[in-house]
């Protein structure tokens, strides 16, 4: 018999917001979809979510880049401590992964920014 799979739901944004003295530019990237998870789903009658974020900054006098991203990962799995821990821990890497790679997404390169400021 083969094992079942998790689906878990991942929902968020990447941003990036530049500031100058000549006005506000701003991008942003939804965070949205489904993903595979390594372990069985079991009853699916708990629900385990973790949210992972990052902020970074960079300002000048005359202008100034914030990036920042959320994630939230959700998944249905077992009632019993053990498939919630590994649900917990597994939501909590995915959610990471995901609002990193929409961070790096937004050009979050704040050396670069700051070395075009000079």
Known sequence: MRSRRARATYDGHAREVVRTDNGRESKRQQINGTKTMS????DEKAKVSATRGFKTWFSTREAGLTVESTVTV???CGQ????????ADECGQAAEQLAKKGAEDMGLYLDEFNKDMK
């Open 39 to 42: 372990f069985d789903p079991g």
């Open 74 to 76: 959700t998944v249905s």
């Open 80 to 87: 019993d401590h053990e498939s919630i821990e590994v649900a």
